[in-house]
């Protein structure tokens, strides 16, 4: 009987309890886990290079025996440093080294066969081709191994090791299911894949874990084989058909229809100390539009640090309170619902509107208070953390949520805290921009707006690179604008598990810099652990300027906006992130005079020096971001927890943007005009069913 895709790897053949156990550590369960985990590369060896053969430089893979080895150095804790001879059939000799390799000594024995794979290089010293940390795959001897087709002589996969199944038994193993499987369904539509000229489903899977020879292996090792190009698309195709489902639905539940009257107009003017900026102006008209519809709004407002968000925001929230309902901001942390409240309440309060701050820090007392004011509605705005989506906080009119940071929420939570009104609108503020393939991704379900444009006569921020060593120069340039009448700050990084940790580091600096650098100058201090009424007064202080300098921990990064600040000085700049970084250094150069920002850093490898030089050279967040996102890959790229990123089988949205482009574009004109109700009817029931787990699409359909 074939194997069905549902089936429990335990009851494929060579999968026992153990190795169940470690295929399942990585999420591999079923049959079509592991048809779906794909290879990360792919190695040639249809036609291999005897030793004899090899040139350096080269990329090659041999396959070899063991002549001899050694350890050298430290035998103990695996320092010692091992090499090993190889040699083959045209008897020519390859010499393979590994630092800290001592391990390897109780696999490579004299007489193993293995496959090497790695660059080749030429040993002046012996005058022999060596290779440095070659990838090894120790291979059976030929006799006593039936599954030595799979091995060599042809393409062969490589996967990521789970525990100890190995590349090697991986192949094994899916080699025999792929024996043993019946055709796969093909859900793709038949229009996209006879336009596209797709293979099939199942074969695109066959020949994505073993190519066909002939198949040149640096297209595969790009992931463009049609087989590739089929699953990547697939991938992509169903990932944004949910978003677009999403999307769909929720257009079509009853909204708020908020009138745009004259008075709502003037109201907004009055709020207003400037005079907005072209993009400002379009991006209030985009939201104002989508408010007036009737249909619920689902906007992500996104620029650049300094765009001129937070105006934006309180413009749209003017629009919901002269309508006569309630507004909630939510920000992911305390401090920044402090900021967002400390920066919004003044502007709010001049239109007459009152503000509530709801956090953790409120005490019992004063929640049941605050939660009865929203209840019956006479407070009109709240701004808070996720205090406000518990259960019991409830409004009488919630007309308009503003979320900031969008990210670190759930999207459940997202819903919970909509369904608490008659479905309000909802705007996402980002402060970090975000490259296009990750808001497509994780924010397909969300229109788009963005401010494009800096406020007039802001200048580019001088932007230096310092060692540790160096740091008095930092000083003396920060000595130097505050004596100019400026002010300035020095930031240490937080790392979130240990915010102790680091607010005692901030204590010492300030201590330090108070005292013995800057001895007569008003320092001072701001910490999360402080609390409301000391954080809000360490920002007054500043913000009168009565402290010149602020030292803080990355409290600061959003929202703290003080026009008369031009030196930002980072500590341990290599600890940041680069957008955090970006967002830090946003915080000067608010006003009109020259800004610098000095990054002083202590250790740096290659990719840290790389960031670096991004920052110093590029003002641009865009640009910013899609360099980290480079450097960090995706999953780093928002920081770590609850990313809300969906995690790819073979999709890659850093290497691959070019075909989710072109999966968006089929998925979204799929849904729009589905060739019929029943094959629309099918997919819902095809993504709930193999894709809504694994990619977090709550409530498709
Ligand atoms: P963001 O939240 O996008 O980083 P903010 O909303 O904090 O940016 O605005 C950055 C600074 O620019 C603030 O000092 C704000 O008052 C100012 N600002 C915003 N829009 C304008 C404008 N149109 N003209 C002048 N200054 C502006
Ligand atoms: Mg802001």
């Not at 001592?102 to 040993?123: C, H, N, Q, S, W």
């Not at 209840?375 to 409004?395: Q, W």
């Not at 360099?627 to 995690?647: A, H, Y």
Request: charged share 25%; hydrophobic share 40%.
């Amino acid at each position: 009987m074939p194997l069905a895709l549902d089936t429990a790897l335990t009851y494929v053949k060579g999968i026992g309890p153990a190795r169940a156990a470690m295929l399942l550590a990585k999420g591999l369960e079923t049959v079509e886990d592991l048809l779906q985990y794909f290879p990360f590369r792919y190695e040639d060896r249809s036609n291999l290079k005897s030793i004899a053969e090899l040139a350096p430089g080269e990329q090659a893979t041999v396959i070899a025996e063991v002549r001899s080895s050694k350890v050298s150095g430290f035998r103990r804790r695996n320092l010692g440093l091992f090499e090993a001879e190889f040699t083959d059939s045209s008897r020519a000799i390859l010499l393979a080294k590994w630092f800290h390799g001592a391990y390897m000594a109780d696999r490579l024995t004299p007489g193993t066969r293995v496959a090497l794979f790695g660059k080749i290089e030429f040993d002046s010293y012996k005058g022999e081709l060596q290779m440095m940390h070659p990838e090894t795959e120790l291979l059976g001897s030929d006799e006593d191994d039936d599954d030595s087709a799979i091995h060599t002589g042809r393409i062969v996969p490589v996967y990521e090791a789970a525990g100890k199944v190995n590349t090697r038994a991986l192949r094994v193993l899916i080699h025999r299911i792929l024996q043993d499987i019946s055709e796969l369904e093909d859900r793709l539509p038949e229009s996209i894949r006879t336009h596209l000229r797709f293979p099939g489903r199942t074969e695109a899977i066959r020949s994505v874990h073993f190519p066909a020879s002939g198949m040149p292996v640096h297209i595969l090792n790009d992931f463009r084989s049609p087989a590739q190009f089929r699953l990547i698309f697939e991938e992509f195709f169903w990932l944004e058909c949910g978003l677009e489902i999403k999307r769909q639905k929720a257009r079509l539940m009853p909204g708020i229809e908020f009138q745009l009257t004259d008075r709502v107009r003037e109201q907004i003017k009055k709020l207003l100390p400037f005079k907005p900026t072209g993009a400002q102006k379009r991006v209030l008209k985009e939201i104002a539009e989508d408010m007036a519809h009737p249909s619920p709004m689902n906007r992500l407002l996104q620029g650049d640090v300094g765009s001129g968000k937070t105006i934006v925001a309180a413009e749209s929230a003017v629009i919901a309170l002269e309508n006569g309902y309630q507004v909630v901001i939510l920000a992911p942390t305390e401090i920044l619902a402090t900021q967002h409240y400390f920066s919004l309440k003044p502007l709010l309060e001049k239109l007459g509107y009152a503000v509530a701050l709801l956090t953790g820090s409120n005490t019992a007392r004063e929640k049941v208070k605050i939660k009865e004011l929203l209840r019956s509605g006479l407070v009109p705005v709240a701004i808070g953390t996720h205090a406000l989506i518990e259960k019991d906080v409830e409004f009488a009119r919630l007309g308009l949520v503003v979320i900031d940071e969008q990210h670190r929420f759930g999207v459940m939570q997202r819903f919970q805290l909509v369904q608490k009104g008659i479905t309000p609108d909802v705007l996402v503020m980002t402060a970090t921009p975000i490259p296009r393939t990750l808001a497509m991704t994780l924010y397909g379900d969300l229109d788009v707006s963005t401010i494009d444009e800096l406020p007039p006569g802001r200048r580019k921020i001088v932007t230096k690179h310092l060692t540790s060593d160096q740091v008095e120069l930092a000083y003396s340039a920060l000595k130097r604008e505050v004596d100019n009448g400026r002010q300035g700050y020095v930031v240490y990084p937080v790392i979130e598990e240990s915010e102790t940790q680091a607010m005692k580091a901030a204590q010492q600096m300030y201590e330090h810099l108070s005292q013995e650098v800057f001895p007569d100058v008003p320092v001072g201090l701001l910490h999360g652990r402080l609390g409301t009424a000391e954080k809000e007064a360490a920002m007054q202080a500043f913000k009168s300027g009565r402290t010149k300098i602020l030292v803080s921990t990355t409290v600061i990064e959003v929202g703290v906006d003080v026009p008369n600040a031009t030196m930002m000085l980072i500590e341990q700049a290599e600890r940041f992130g680069l957008s955090q970084l970006h967002q830090l250094r946003g915080r000067v150069g608010r006003g009109g005079e020259q800004s610098y920002c000095m990054l002083i850093t202590e250790k740096l490898n290659d990719t840290g020096k790389e960031r670096i030089r991004t920052l110093v050279d590029s003002q641009d967040g865009f640009v910013i971001a899609e360099m980290d996102l480079k450097l960090r890959g995706p999953g780093e790229f928002f920081g770590t927890k609850q990313s809300g990123l969906p995690s790819l089988r073979i999709a890659n949205i850093l290497r691959d943007p070019d075909i989710l482009v072109a999966a968006r574009h089929e998925a979204r004109s799929f849904v729009e005009h589905p060739p019929s109700r029943q094959a629309f009817a099918e997919a819902v029931e095809y993504i709930k069913n193999h894709w809504q787990r694994r990619y977090g699409l709550v409530q498709v359909g």
